[in-house]
């Protein structure tokens, strides 16, 4: 009870502070004191409380959402850095502090609700480096050139509208990878898991959902190819990253295309990816289990082989579809033989919403939000859960009768004042775990959002 007081006694203060830095922030842009400077800071708070009532649930395992009826308050602060160096490069870095956890201690359910918790959040605030990254563009083209504003992790720079972008260091690869306009920051859009990004590719990740490696971009007028190579994490999830990259990596690629249909901007993206790590394989762990070599069901700290190889793809498209409504869809999907090892226990995935923004009622920054999902498991991935097997974030002790894990979302979100929006959320989760025994639950939340 302490500690969420403190929290919530955070909260409270960020509040009216919000609307001063925010008042202030105003003020130094307008009379230009950053704008030319080669600096550019920017910060965000966000604050999250979500709580479910109790569901049926006939058993429980160590993994499973509580049947029980849970609350819980979750709060992210970053603060982003970025000075230019010499010409086309630039350096960011974002401290950022975390406190809070996710309901049920972010288990149970595999497209969790929350996509600002981790799966071992601390409710003491702890602050870490988030990013610290250097990025340089390459200009192709001399005669043609676009102006990048500052913003959160860009400076205020000039470059050519054919360019090589190269980035180095620790980041996020949804940075980079798997965006999309209408449903990618569960700051100030979709809060759930998969909704934030494709459920079924298993990002190189730590439990914070930050790796270390190397981007490089070709970006061109109408479409941009993305490669990417980075860290795996040590264990599943785990918090820690394996610095044997020769052994352990993630390689990404990708394809995004922009159009316009009638000037009603869209963009479709094609991923690829293959992780190569330690993890073993959901059959060999549970023939072990059945023939006694070993009881553990262990899948989270791997093998002392470097074995596990997962290969995924990701189609993703947002579109403009006019009098201020938009969509987007996700579908994803990877093998399933080897352990899940970052981002969440999904091996295929279909989703899709809407997003009507409120220029319709004369209150342009707010907007309301739609959106559904269908996430499923490997025939081995489901087995092993039968076999009462545990993942890192879902796990019933069994799983008689397996489902399709279905959510639904809806959101509202409304600027309050200069910088301060607030957001009502609701979700409901079908068969979480995909396990038909239990559930469904509904899931409630209301998020504060300060962004300078």
Partial sequence: MKRTTRLLMLLALALPAGRTIAQNNDALINDHLLKDSGWSFHFQFTGIVQAYPTFSA??????????????????????????????????YFNPEMAGGKGVSSTLGVAAFPN?????????????????????????????HFEKLTDDQNQVN?????????????????????????????????????????????????????????????LVKPGWTLRLGTSLEPREANGP?????????????????KRYAIHGHKGAFRVLGFYNINNAPTYRDVINKYLNGTDTTLNVLTGTTKYNGKKPGLGL???????????????????????????????????????????????????????????SGISKDHRAFFATGGYGFIIGD????????????????????????????????????????????VSFFAARVHIEI
Wanted: a negative charge; aromatic letters at 14%; hydrophobic letters at 35%.
């Fill in 115 to 143: 996509g600002e918790t981790f799966r071992i959040g601390n409710p003491e605030p702890t602050v870490y480096t988030g990013r610290l990254f250097l990025r340089q563009h390459i200009n192709l083209d001399k005669n």
């Fill in 240 to 256: 820690d990253l394996n610095w044997a990259w020769h052994k352990a990596s993630s390689e990404n690629i990708e394809f995004e």
């Fill in 397 to 440: 002790g069994q799983l008689p009768h397996y489902g399709r894990e279905d959510a639904l979302e809806f959101f509202y979100q409304c600027k309050i004042f200069a910088n301060l929006y607030g957001t009502l959320d609701y979700q409901f989760v079908e068969h979480p775990g995909y396990n038909k025994d239990r559930g469904p």
């Fill in 58 to 91: 006939p058993y429980t395992g160590q993994n499973s959402l509580q049947p029980n009826g849970q609350h819980a308050f979750s709060v992210t602060s970053t603060a982003y850095l970025g000075r230019r160096l010499w010409k086309g490069a630039a350096i």
């Fill in 316 to 374: 993703n498209a947002d579109q403009d579809l006019g009098h201020n409504l938009s969509a987007f869809a996700r579908v994803g999907w990877n093998d399933g033989k080897y352990a899940t090892w970052a981002f969440t226990e999904i091996d295929n995935i279909v989703s899709g919403g809407l997003r009507l923004y409120g220029n319709a009622w004369k209150r342009s920054a707010d907007n309301i939000g739609l959106a559904l999902l269908s």
């Fill in 157 to 217: 720079e000039t470059v050519s509208t054919s360019r090589i972008t190269l980035t180095a260091g620790k980041f996020s690869i949804g940075d980079f990878f798997d965006g999309n306009n209408v449903s990618h920051d569960p700051r100030s859009d979709f809060m759930n898991w998969a909704f934030m990004n494709n459920g079924a590719y298993d990002y190189a990740a730590n439990t914070r959902g930050y790796t270390c490696g190397f981007i490089a971009e």
